[in-house]
């Protein structure tokens, strides 16, 4: 049986033969930074210090070649092939609440936009010891429902409600936008209604709420990535946050918009909190990118994070123009939406909907 260690942590992980390098260190609850599981975002990497795996096909933009012939690797996309030894990649501050599954049903369905709904759901039942589900404020779940032929839909979408409403109110909430056609998001309203059963597994994700960072908090979401986003901000101004913490919430056109009467409530609240509406078309707020605001609002990022949430190009962009302008990459936290990946797939699981 392989043994993958981690001298810098003394740990000593016994996997299988072929495992995935991801799905071993979160089985044992290493803390490790991922987030689409499937070769694209490069938040998973991490350096074979010696051994070697087996490298399935990741994007080149996620592990450039330079870098895997330094020996980085995709943690996502590696399979064990023997003992191993890893070095992590800054990973001082992850949190790794332990991964559940959860049977809840569906409390209530909000439409908060257009075609956007916030979806609640009770959790009735937790695996493992009936503990609390914790999890850290910006992470995800993957949820499972039976669509109407009986067959398991799966999205992953991020908690946009915070770790205490989880942990004392039992509930959960989650921004959907609907497709129609969308395998999951379109049975909003009609599979997805008051009293169904929705199976959670999670918690995932590592761009979280670093608790313990003191400096201005900047949050830039698209679309229904203000999710994680309020949660973030949520979560941090109710710690007991002083610095600045900054949202921008990003939309399309104006039916799209939602969230100005909380974002307006937490502004009223917490005089260090401020927010913006930025409108593509103009035809509400302000006009333009959401992250073009961002940049052209903020001089500069000294002792700063920025968490980002919205699709790969807009999370991509504001991370490239945050590092020309010197903010360092382990104080960007994003999670990107990708599209999910077309039926026989196979591993990974199924990425966040952006439906
Ligand atoms: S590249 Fe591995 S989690 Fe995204």
Known sequence: MPTISIPARALQLAAHDDDNLLKVLRRHEVPIGYSCRRGECGSCKCAIVSGSVALDACSEAALPPAQRAQGLVLACCARV?????????????????????????VAALEQLASEVF?????????????APFVFAAGQYASLQVRNADGAWIARDFSMAGTPVQAEYDDLLEFHIRRNPQGAFSGLLGSVLVPGATVWVDGPHGSAHFRPRHAGALYAVAAGTGLGPMLSIARTALDNG???????YAGFRSADEV?????????????????????????????????????????????????YLAGSPAMVDSVAAALRARGVAPGDVHADAYYPPQAAGGGEPSPPRSIE
Do not use: C, M, N, W
């Open 81 to 105: 092939r023997g003992d191993v030894a890893l070095r992590l990649i800054d990973s001082d501050d992850y949190i790794a609440p332990p991964q559940r599954r959860l049977l809840t049903r």
């Open 118 to 130: 916030a979806l609640r759901l009770h959790i009735d039942y937790v695996d493992r010891d009936g």
């Open 241 to 247: 946050k002083l610095e600045p913490v900054r949202l």
């Open 258 to 306: 939602y969230g100005v009467a909380e974002l307006d409530a937490l502004a009223r609240t917490f005089p260090q909190f401020a927010a913006q509406i930025v409108v593509e078309d103009g035809s509400l707020g302000r006009r333009g990118r959401v992250g073009d605001a961002l940049l052209a609002d903020t001089a500069a990022f000294v002792g700063a994070k920025v």
